[in-house]
Nanobody, 120 residues
Framework: QVQLVESGGGLVQPGGSLRLSCAASESGFSIVVAGWYRQAPGKQRELAARISSDSRTNYADSVKGRFTISRDNAKNTVYLQMNSLKPEDTAVYYC??????????????WGQGTQVTVSS
């Protein structure tokens, strides 16, 4: 029942920047590990970035050096800072996270998706 709420998508020109946010819809849940996936029409979904519970990060080669994933544990929010955006970055971006209440069981949740369009 816990949802991840995404925000920050939109239309941007090539070379521009956007910052996506992903947060749990209910209080009391912490994000353990989180990732940002993206999917363009007719293409396979790919993992763009991931951040672990100890803030270790991994990036797809296609976004490395341009995207930065980060987290604010106090706000239970994960961000994706996207710089130097290219038209090929156009996709629906989905946040996925393992959520945990205290040290109880974890559950995987997905955000609703947010459209990122890079076009001049």
């Amino acid at each position: 029942q816990v949802q991840l709420v995404e925000s920050g998508g939109g239309l941007v020109q090539p070379g521009g920047s956007l910052r996506l946010s992903c947060a749990a819809s209910e209080s009391g849940f912490s994000i353990v590990v989180a990732g940002w996936y993206r999917q363009a029409p007719g293409k396979q979904r790919e993992l763009a970035a991931r951040i672990s519970s100890d803030s270790r990060t991994n990036y797809a080669d296609s976004v490395k050096g341009r995207f930065t994933i980060s987290r604010d544990n106090a706000k239970n929010t994960v961000y994706l800072q996207m710089n130097s955006l290219k038209p090929e970055d156009t996709a629906v971006y989905y946040c996925n996270a393992d959520l945990r209440r205290g040290f109880g069981p974890t559950s995987s949740s997905w955000g609703q998706g947010t459209q990122v369009t890079v076009s001049s």
